[in-house]
């Protein structure tokens, strides 16, 4: 299995612009999940995913951020418009609830993003 | 409010020592102790977890105890290693939850050769 797939795995945009972060979830997996990882604030949930439906976006900073996922396979996490603030490292995860204490979330490689 | 407290925030241990990171949690509805390990550049992984029905787990060098009167688990790597330079997260969710997880603040470990 490839594992959870992040693109692109760097972004250097200015400030204002557009952002898009995709994710593929491993194949199977019904729950998917957006961190949000800086050194003052560590590792913090944006958004999850329960079969393709959000069930808690309570994380997500600010109406600028938006996520998507159409489909089992895809996942979008989307900045408009960016600030230098939203620079961290952005990871997605997924899991196959159900499992019971296999429920592991294995995340993706992480998306650096940096706004200037 | 942060409802898991990790500590330390960096430790640095000679090769063959001990590490031990602390967390302690807040909610006690959380049902569900996993640790991630992070190395540079990469997602964090799970590296073991353990439920409250047990009050220690061991998996090769790794060892999580847990304490639930006191609401507090720990990790222990025996034998540490260079490789085992990475930061380490503590972490705890709840049955109901869709296993979302807090995380702890992390903490680095730099095992000295």
């Known amino acids: 299995d490839a594992g959870v797939i992040q693109s692109p795995r760097h972004e250097v945009t200015e400030m204002g612009q557009e952002v898009t972060l995709r994710c593929k979830p491993i194949s199977g997996h019904n729950s998917l999940f957006w961190y949000r990882q800086t050194m003052m604030r560590g590792l913090e949930l944006l958004i999850y995913?329960?079969?393709?439906?959000?069930?808690?976006d309570s994380g997500m900073p600010e109406d600028r951020f938006s996520a998507k996922m159409p489909n089992a396979s895809f996942s979008t996490l989307k900045i408009q418009p960016s600030e230098p603030r939203d620079s961290a490292v952005y990871f997605c995860?997924?899991?196959?609830?159900?499992?019971?204490?296999?429920?592991?979330?294995?995340f993706g490689p992480g998306t650096r993003l940096t706004v200037l | 409010q942060q409802q898991v407290k990790q500590s330390p925030q960096s430790l640095i241990v000679q090769k063959g020592g001990i590490s031990i990171i602390n967390c302690a949690y807040e909610n006690t509805a959380f049902d569900y102790f996993p640790w991630y390990q992070q190395f540079p550049g990469k997602g964090p992984a799970l590296l073991i977890a353990i439920r409250p029905d047990v009050s220690e787990k061991k998996e090769g060098r790794f060892t999580i105890s847990f304490n639930k009167s006191a609401k507090q688990f720990s990790l222990h790597i025996m034998d540490s290693q260079p490789g085992d330079s990475a930061t380490y997260f503590c972490?705890?969710?709840?049955?109901?939850?869709?296993?979302?997880?807090?995380f702890g603040s992390g903490t680095q470990l730099t095992v000295l050769p």
């Open positions: 972490a705890a969710s709840r049955t109901g939850s869709a296993r979302q997880l807090t």
């Open positions: 995860a997924s899991t196959r609830r159900g499992q019971g204490i296999a429920d592991t979330q294995y």
């Open positions: 995913f329960n079969n393709n439906v959000p069930i808690d």
